[in-house]
């Protein structure tokens, strides 16, 4: 059976590419490249919005390149399965270098995917197989995604609006992790932490193999409950918020991780598949674990506080919701720091 794809695109993005390559044509004559965020269902992909790059490894009149740390930045923003679903980037050939003016290019098309194009594609669409490449003249937009495995230009279908909650369907989850081992006191925290952080997951990793894992309709939609991690264990203060925490010990240090996450993510309607929503799931905790353990954390300077006087220090970790964000029309994650990245208690 031929696979049937489609793409569906909030018509006023088509506005908002040109405009962005225009602006960049006019500028410097230079390519411009940005994401296409918005999500997949079984057969189609959704865009919902456009955003420029704004940071360019490399860019010039025939290629654009942007800095890695920007895709990134923006992917970590969306619940899994929603997010980046495509790349654009512009062909600004119809521009005059020098004026910044129209010209008349005879007989050519500037609306092509090139070899560069094709192999972009090709790659990008090997980790997500819907993937799309829109390119545009400045003017018009051209879409393509990989059909049989080869590149192969689609029509766009325009649509006003697109209501996410219409196709997608919200899934929670929460979960109490805990993890507690003790090191000589010799290496330094921020590879304590790494050591840490990796057996969190990998516990997760276990854990969700087994059948432990089921699906509920709750009064605020579907819960997903992941049974070992369902209660919190220990004392009331290890029931709330993210921390390592900390104990100097004689020679060794003990340390003590908590984590309490609510993660969201979104799946397409219809029957839930129970498998890929636990693996998903994981996925999501997986990268909430890591986000929250390194964003904007500095273990050298924590690790500095350890003096032979403290009993105790905790590490504040802060937090992740996920809200849904009205301008995109699509949910976004939130995190939100804590209020003091650090507690200290003395002998
Ligand atoms: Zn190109």
Redesign the pocket.
Known sequence: MAEQKNLVMKRDLKRVISEHALEGAREHGFEVLGWLTGFFTEDTVYICDAVPCTNYKRQSRYSAESDPAEEAKLAVMFPRNVGIVGLY?S?PFKMDFETGEFRKLYGVSELF??G??DAMLKSRSSKMKNYVSI?TDVENIQCYMMQRKKPKKIKENLVNSINFKDHMRQINSKVHLKYEQSFDKKPNLAKMIREIEEKLISDLDRELLDDDVNIQQGPLGNVLRILPFEKSTGDSSEGKGNFFRITPNGGELTIKAIMNLTPTIYVPKGKIDLEQAAESMKNEIADYIVYLTWNDMNYSEFEKHLSPEIKEQEIHLGRINTKFDETSGMPKKVYTRPKRRMTLKKK
């Open positions: 980037h062909h995917h090139s560069t194009d390119v």
